[in-house]
């Protein structure tokens, strides 16, 4: 009888942990997306914390890094890591050894496991997702939820700022111009209705009411879809279906090729990210100078409405 007991208590034991470890699992698999690889779960990184092929980046202000952050985060300023001033427009994705330069100071290799989190519903730690994929960084994943899940969750937080060994990064790729695009193939695709110009910015900058550079406005035949709306209160991405239905609204996916934009191509990396690992479009590219470059350009056409 006790040994009936034993085996029953142990394969109780055994369903429950699995079951556990399938809701894991299934928290972000269960959305539907296209390709969910790239976006991990607290779960999975808690228990990944003391896997010395992970390197942890939090991309959060400083001051709120020093406060308390995942056990074993470095911290890096995305606006200094993954943005430089080039050629007069702020914002621009900076040549590859200056995050080669950056990466080597918390020790990442080519082959390290690299997860990116912010405090905002993965918007920055899509710019770094974003600027590695450029180059050719071949594993690197977002936290759903951020910090701020991780911290709702009651997980470890820690004060303590890792020990660096200082790497030799170097990239091993060359460029990916599949996925960044310039002003003049923005200009080339307004009367091109296979290519689509996504706007993430808010519907006041978008109509040229909230203006944040020398113009307001929009690029004529562009549509607005506010990055914000591609995540739930929580900060965690939406399903596949919600996403589908928000973009394909909005006439996003009607086009042969997307181009994405904001003020400074941060708003527009998480929308990027949203259109295509989250729901498989093909040909999705960043417009890097965004807004900065385009409104403050009198030579380029903008509506307003």
Known sequence: MKTLLTLITLTSLIFISCAESERNLTEIDGRGYSNPSRLVSTEWLESEIDNEEIIIIDVRKKEDYDKGHIPGAFHMTPGEVFQQEINGVKGMLPQSSHIEKNLSLIGAKTDSTIVLYDGNSNLWASRGLWA?????????????????????????????????????????????????????????????????????????????????????????????????????????????????????????????????????????THTWFILTDLLGEESVKVYDGSWTEWGNDPSLPIETR
Not at 159 to 181: G, H, M, Q, R, W
Not at 193 to 219: F, L, M, N, W
């Open 132 to 268: 590695l994929q450029v180059y050719g960084h071949k594993n690197t994943k977002l936290l759903d939820g951020a910090w701020s899940k991780w911290g709702k969750e009651g997980r470890e937080v820690s004060t303590s700022i890792p020990k660096a060994n200082v790497s030799n990064y170097k990239f091993e790729s060359s460029l990916d111009s599949s996925i960044i695009a310039g002003f003049d193939e923005i200009l080339e695709s307004i009367e091109d209705p296979t290519k689509i110009v996504c706007d993430t910015r808010s519907p006041e900058e978008y109509a040229g009411k909230d203006v944040r550079a020398d113009r307001g406005g929009h690029i004529p035949n562009s549509k607005n879809v506010n990055w914000v709306m591609g995540v739930n209160e929580e900060g965690e991405f939406k399903s596949a279906s919600e996403l589908k239905q928000l973009y394909e609204g909005a006439g996003i996916t009607d086009g042969e090729t997307i181009y994405t934009l904001c003020q400074t191509a941060v708003r527009a």
